[in-house]
């Protein structure tokens, strides 16, 4: 079956955050919303006609996985990545945030220190902070030479030792610059870490999404040592484009802490999950592979895309070229501005709703994050308003 991802679907009036809240984010209502990432594609069909057909009997009441729901999400993590989890490993949780600040308060206490890695996902900042833990930074290094992020090692393994850091928060592939971590980079990560006892939660939520010659490694298929000290966390959130759905999947190896894990999940008083996202979860991995295959085929031509019209219309702008995610790390340094200025004029001119890259931290200063997961028209029409924007401001 072939998909149309070219299709424009009228999201207006759906109670969409994309959307439909520009106002309560003190937004214009005009602009072309291109920031938080969810996709402008419907899921595949097996998902709709599943939802469809639970919705038909008519019953909502408290539900859980079955054992089917394990049995395709294991077949889709080994044909994938090559990991076969136990399943006993495996708790549910409503989301990726939800289960990292669950592990901030299971495994730290107030004032212990949590390590991110700047610019990174803004949510785990504020998982840390707003739970009294101490922030640790160790920010990623740009490489003129590679293009590409990289991390700086001595500085980690330096801030863990000094700052006695309990808990470090992977993000793999890393939103917002698009790494796919290589296989060396994450045993590193894994040795360090065990030398000094941190734990390790890493969000793999875009491991779907890989291009080119670059490969997504679950964390702890790397070293058996590595499951001891380790949580990951996988939705079919990103890759099926169901987050309004509230369903994630942790896995936790090590009895000890699956134990401590479920013990806060408990007092959070949280239980049953969302019937329709334990649905859509089984008919996607059963069903979805067809549909993903040709989905990261359009998004590398997406890629591609935004590539050549910027280098040809816009050279100011550079792109970061993502390995991984539907996003894309714009660097408008190149024309002079404060943070502020681009940002008003991506608004107020281009007419754009784009992240702005310091909501990452500090370390995003001159950046945008862009999410290129939509139509190809979309994508096209956000370009140009930046090239009628910027062109006065020395584009070329």
């Known amino acids: 079956m072939k998909y149309d991802f070219d299709k424009v679907l009228n999201r207006s009036n759906t109670n969409s955050l994309k959307y439909d809240c520009a106002a309560r984010r003190g937004m214009p209502s005009d602009l072309l919303p291109l920031w938080v990432a969810d996709m402008d594609f419907q899921a595949p069909l097996e998902v709709l006609d599943a939802l469809t057909k639970k919705a038909a009997h008519g019953i909502f009441g408290y539900s859980e996985p079955s054992d089917g729901y394990f049995t395709v999400l294991s077949k889709w993590l080994c044909n994938r990545f090559g ?107 894994g040795e360090i870490c065990l030398r000094h006892n941190v734990l390790i939660v890493s969000d793999e939520i875009h491991a779907d999404f890989v291009y080119a010659n670059n490969k997504h490694h679950v964390f702890t298929q790397l070293n058996e040592s590595f499951y001891k000290n380790s949580i990951i966390c996988f939705s079919p959130s990103k890759t099926f ?62 890629v591609r895309f935004m590539d050549e019209f910027l280098k040809k219309h816009l050279p100011k702008i550079k792109l970061i070229k993502p390995e991984g995610t539907y996003l894309a790390w714009l660097d408008f340094k190149n024309f002079g501005l404060s943070q502020k200025e681009t940002d008003l004029i991506i608004i107020n001119k281009a ?24 139509p190809r028209s979309v994508l096209q029409q956000s370009l140009e308003n930046l090239k009628q924007a910027f062109g006065l401001y020395g584009g070329r």
Not at 115 to 123: E, G, K, T
Not at 253 to 262: V, W
Not at 264 to 273: F, V, W
Not at 356 to 370: D, N, P, V
């Open 83 to 189: 990991w076969q989890p136990k399943r006993e490993w495996l708790l549910h949780t409503p989301g990726i945030v939800y289960a990292v600040t669950l592990a901030i308060k299971a495994f730290t206490a107030k004032g212990d220190a949590v390590m991110i890695q700047p610019p990174v996902y803004y949510p785990f900042r504020a998982a840390v902070k707003s739970n009294n833990r101490k922030l640790i930074n160790n920010p990623l290094q740009f490489n003129e030479s590679t293009k590409r992020y990289e991390i700086d090692f001595a500085d980690f393994e330096r801030k863990i030792k000094e700052n006695a850091v309990k808990l470090f928060i992977l993000c793999s592939p890393h939103n917002p610059v698009g790494r796919v971590w290589t296989e060396t980079e994450l045993q590193k990560i």
């Open 241 to 302: 484009n169901l987050a309004g759905l509230q369903f994630s999947d942790i896995f936790i190896a090590d009895k000890n802490l699956r134990n401590a894990f479920a013990k806060e999940y408990d007092k959070s008083g949280y239980s049953q999950l969302n019937i329709f996202g334990i649905v859509a979860a089984e008919a996607a991995y059963k069903h979805g592979a067809q549909w993903l295959d040709q989905l990261i085929e359009y998004l590398e031509t997406n």
């Open 351 to 374: 007419k754009l709703w784009l992240d702005s890259g310091t909501i990452f931290g500090a370390e995003g200063t001159g950046f945008q994050r862009l999410n290129f997961a939509c």
